[in-house]
């Protein structure tokens, strides 16, 4: 499976991004899909999380302005940022979780994309 996330960019503060991340494989609707969010020089943080059937979670510094969605016919998973923050900088990625059955086994897996840059001017 390979994930690559776009859609990033320079957007003033209060302003708005979609986020992308298409997905390679067959695996993509049975996956747990994540956002993590690195801002520069710090750790990798979880962001939103949109589980196989549809259920949400958000961290709190987002709730309220990100919406994580799918679109399993396309295999892509989106992020909807709005009312965007100078602490929102950073790099965005996506990370597929599942398990998948091979041969009478099932295997897990974990999935990171290449992340994109959103930067929010202030």
């Known amino acids: 499976v390979q994930l690559q996330a776009f859609g990033g960019g320079l957007v003033q503060a209060g302003g708005s991004l979609r986020l992308s991340c298409a997905a390679s494989?067959?695996?993509?609707?049975?996956?747990?899909m994540h956002w993590y969010h690195q801002a520069p020089g710090k750790q990798r943080d979880f962001v939103a999380t949109i589980s196989s059937s549809g259920g949400t979670n958000y961290a709190d510094s987002v709730k309220g302005r990100f919406t994580i969605s799918r679109d399993n016919g396309k295999n892509t998973l989106y992020l909807q940022m709005n009312n965007l923050k100078p602490e929102d900088t950073g790099v965005y990625s996506c990370?597929?979780?599942?398990?998948?059955?091979?041969?009478?086994?099932?295997?897990?897996?974990?999935?990171w994309g290449q992340g994109t840059l959103v930067t929010v001017s202030s």
């Open positions: 990370r597929a979780v599942g398990v998948v059955k091979d041969g009478g086994t099932w295997r897990p897996y974990d999935f």
């Open positions: 494989g067959s695996i993509f609707s049975g996956s747990n």
